[in-house]
């Protein structure tokens, strides 16, 4: 079975990471390229399998090589060449299917970035690196938008690539906006499969997380991005693909949008696509397929059998997600979050039914269960600022729709909320029960004046107000936690603004990647 935990192993005789810039004729810019090669203890005069990722600026996100490193160590995996692809700015113009743009134009240059991978790079990494040329040794894989570029690839390339890895991939891709009379038939990668030919040597893994968004177009209970991967599988098993031999489906329970999901996930795949005899049958077994109004006519048999039973990872830790699949802006690396000088505390129980009015329910549900929400706090922090310290004054004074807020009356507005939360809070622990009002935020919003000042004095005044906060929640204790007021006209516990504000941001960022990012 595969280790719960990768750490880097203690031999120095681990993968080799070369950097190379390769100047892309097609793409009209300089690419940039992670190359790990396997151990120097490693020799062989054949040429290696060779894993071309996307998004290889990633690699340390994903703590890639030390999980290498010790997938070696084990014996899990045989020799093989990773060819990362760092992305750029330009990503969500590279990133897509090559034959179509979606709605709004995204992917207008995935076709350019198809041919650099089939005329540029591959040739590159077979001349220089002594990778294979096998098609049943090449494998593409992928992230997001990324993941879906790697299926689209292998799709259409199968005399190239016989294999593609999708980690939460970027299905809903789409030729009308939800909403502008949208249906599932508007899914451009349903489509090409639907269209297509399926090739006898296809393989394709493919990885969803039960939390990579919380977005339900239909409503039928099953997350967008989870039904748009099993459709896609219904689409190619009508194609005629063998879903026990040549489909890796993994669910996993908790996953998020997020590189700290694909990194922990990561060693399925690999050993998927590169594993040593017999390791391959020691993968844990795909989680069932579970989807509301089962049609089991549509469904493919993954289900193992009940002489093999499923087996659940663990739940994750709280990680806040990355990039949604909306937008799929690529977003900075986020500087790893400790919270060494935080206080330790006892679990967190949820707050129950009649501790809040309703519509906080939708904030509270934004924090997992068994996550404690003041450490949801410390964290969001971090995926604040990762967006707004790169953004320009004029990028961060843009709003996605006409009469919508711009970013900077967002942060402002979260700056606002914040604060009037904390405060309520701090009344209700105190013992002072009586009804507080509730606040317009729009008219909030429209006095604030955020636009004419600088992200910096904005990010300066979200790091003091989070500041004060979390000192008042760590401040807590179980029985002031417990106390309850009035705000709003409605009963609120201590308790549940602890999970509101963190839920409130936990929102806010959601939104942020799904419909700012994606106009920047």
């Known amino acids: 079975m595969l280790p719960d935990t990768f750490s880097v192993p203690a031999s120095p005789a681990g993968t080799r990471l070369c950097r190379e810039v390769l100047a892309s004729n097609l793409l009209e810019r300089e690419v940039e390229l992670s190359i790990l090669l396997p151990p120097s203890a490693i020799d062989t005069d054949r040429p290696l399998p060779v894993l071309y990722l996307n998004d290889g600026q990633d690699l340390e996100r994903l703590n890639f090589q030390p999980m290498l490193d010790e997938l070696y160590a084990q014996q899990l995996v045989r020799p093989f060449v990773v060819v990362a692809i760092h992305a750029n700015e330009r990503r969500v113009q590279e990133y897509g299917t090559a034959a179509h743009a979606d709605f709004n134009g995204r992917g207008s240059l995935a076709g350019t970035y198809t041919s650099f991978l089939l005329e540029e790079l591959l040739p590159f990494a077979q001349a220089n690196y002594h990778v294979s040329s096998n098609p049943?040794?090449?494998?593409?894989?992928?992230?997001?938008?990324?993941?879906?570029?790697?299926?689209?690839?292998?799709?259409?390339?199968?005399?190239?690539?016989?294999?593609?890895?999708?980690?939460?991939?970027?299905?809903?891709?789409?030729?009308?906006?939800?909403?502008?009379?949208?249906?599932?038939?508007?899914?451009?990668?349903h489509g090409l499969v639907r269209a297509g030919q399926l090739h006898p040597s296809h393989r394709f893994w493919l990885q969803t997380g039960t939390l990579d968004e919380h977005n339900d177009r239909n409503e039928n209970g099953v997350i967008d991005s989870i039904e748009d991967c099993l459709d896609l599988i219904d689409e190619l098993v009508k194609a005629g693909l063998d879903a026990q031999q040549a489909l890796r489906y993994v669910q996993v329970e908790g996953g998020r949008h997020h590189p700290d999901t694909w990194g922990r996930v990561m060693p399925d795949f690999l050993v998927w696509a590169f594993g040593q005899e017999g390791s391959v049958a020691a993968l844990p077994a795909p989680l069932p397929v579970v989807r509301l109004q089962l049609d089991p006519a549509l469904t493919p048999a993954l289900v193992p059998t009940a002489s093999a039973p499923a087996v659940t990872p663990a739940p994750e830790p709280l990680v806040l997600p990355s990039v949604p699949d909306a937008?799929?802006?690529?977003?900075?690396?986020?500087?790893?979050?400790?919270?060494?000088?935080?206080?330790s505390h006892m679990p967190i129980a949820r707050p129950s039914e009649g501790d809040f009015l309703p519509y906080a329910a939708g904030y509270i549900n934004q924090v997992p269960d068994g996550a404690d929400p003041r450490e949801a706090l410390r964290a969001v922090g971090a995926e604040f600022h990762a967006i707004f310290d790169q953004l320009s004054e004029a990028q961060a004074e843009k709003s996605y729709a006409e009469g919508k807020w711009t970013l900077k009356e967002m942060l402002q507005h979260q700056i606002d909320t914040e604060r009037i939360f904390a405060y309520r809070a701090m009344r209700f622990a105190r013992g002072d029960s009586q009804n507080l009002p509730g606040f317009d935020q729009d008219q909030y919003v429209a006095n604030s004046g955020a636009n004419a000042r600088p992200v910096a004095s904005l990010l300066n005044e979200y790091d003091a107000t989070r500041a004060s906060t979390q000192a008042l929640f760590d401040s807590f204790t179980e029985e002031q936690l417990d106390r309850r007021g009035t705000a709003n006209g409605g009963p609120t516990s201590v308790r549940a603004l602890l999970f509101i504000v963190p839920g409130h941001e936990l929102h806010h960022l959601h939104l942020i990647r799904e419909r700012y990012l994606p106009i920047l």
Do not use: C, K
């Open 136 to 189: 049943e040794d090449a494998v593409v894989a992928g992230f997001s938008l990324g993941g879906l570029t790697a299926f689209d690839v292998a799709w259409h390339h199968p005399e190239v690539f016989a294999r593609a890895g999708v980690f939460s991939g970027s299905f809903w891709w789409r030729n009308r906006a939800v909403g502008a009379g949208y249906t599932p038939a508007d899914r451009i990668m």
């Open 327 to 343: 937008g799929d802006q690529a977003t900075p690396s986020i500087p790893p979050f400790t919270a060494t000088s935080a206080p």
